[in-house]
């Protein structure tokens, strides 16, 4: 009899570990299966490939950080006067899941002319599991990329944007991308 009470015990302390472990509010991971087919919005996903390394000459640390990225996720809406409103709705609705406190803030800027952005990560900033990327212009869009990667390190990936000039985006996946925005 007591084992049969140990086998229940152990049955629902799995049940309730299972319940407490899934999350109540929608993830950007979610939010990106949810809308990836969606009209306005288009996604790419892309390797850490697309930059030829052996066409640009990288220092130590853009070495280190290239080699701690993954792979590149990104969901783009592209607005126009159709469109409006559900441009409006979407961006609040992927600020409302980077408010998530697991989101924490690296950097924010730009302005209402141009367009703002902000870049948040999961991690710390010397061990990150994910950046995220969200930049929006009223008259374009948004566009939330979620870098994946195993201990990325903050200044390690500033190092990268160096050498994203020297990057022939005709020549790779990213064209699609940079069209989108034209």
Excluded: H, W
């Amino acid at each position: 009899m007591q084992f049969q009470s140990i086998k229940k015990l152990v049955m629902l302390a799995l049940v309730v570990t299972a319940f407490v472990s899934c999350s109540n509010g929608p993830t950007l991971q979610t939010y990106y299966v949810d809308n990836e087919l969606k009209p306005g919005f288009t996604t790419f996903d892309i390797p850490t490939s697309f930059i030829d390394v052996d066409k640009v000459e990288l220092s130590e640390q853009q070495e280190k950080a290239y080699k701690s990225i993954d792979k590149l996720n990104v969901l783009a809406f592209k607005v126009d006067s159709n469109n409006i409103d559900v441009y409006k709705t979407e961006l609040e609705n992927v600020k409302t899941i980077l408010k998530d406190p697991k989101y924490e803030e690296l950097m924010r800027g730009g302005n209402t002319t141009d367009g703002k952005f902000v870049v948040k990560f999961i991690g710390d900033v010397e061990s990150i599991d994910e950046l995220i990327v969200l930049g929006n212009a009223n008259d374009k869009g948004f566009m939330v990329a979620r870098i994946l990667g195993d201990d990325m390190n903050a200044n390690d990936l500033v190092s990268l944007s160096t050498i994203m000039n020297d990057v022939k985006f005709e020549d790779t996946d990213l064209n699609g991308l940079t069209d989108f925005f034209k």
